[in-house]
């Protein structure tokens, strides 16, 4: 019985994170958070945040607070700050 509640708590946590834009919130979907990000003239396609960002964009939630944050320059700076402390915690 436990396996089985663990497998519907994994199958849960996994559709809360998906991809799908099925579950997406209005401007919160994969395709209009990269379409604001590259409308960004300092965004250099291959770069190392270019890189990152789409990786990062891939987790529901950080596409959330993206479109939540509002400003385009404050998202870009939250961009740069999120990629920073990642590359901070590099072994």
Do not use: N
């Not at 019985?1 to 209005?26: A, G, I, N, P, Q």
């Not at 964009?57 to 950080?62: C, L, Q």
């Not at 400003?71 to 961009?79: A, E, F, G, S, Y």
């Amino acid at each position: 019985m436990f396996s089985r509640l663990d497998k519907l708590v994994d199958s849960v946590s996994s559709k809360s994170e998906c991809t799908s834009s099925v579950f997406d919130k209005k401007g919160c979907s994969i395709e209009e958070v990269m379409t604001e990000f590259h409308s960004i003239e300092e965004v250099v396609f291959d770069s190392e945040l270019y890189c990152f960002a789409t990786e990062f964009f891939m987790v529901r939630s950080r596409r959330e607070m993206w479109a939540a944050i509002g400003d385009l320059d404050r998202k870009i700076q939250w961009l740069k700050l999120m990629f920073d402390r990642r590359a901070s915690y590099r072994p």
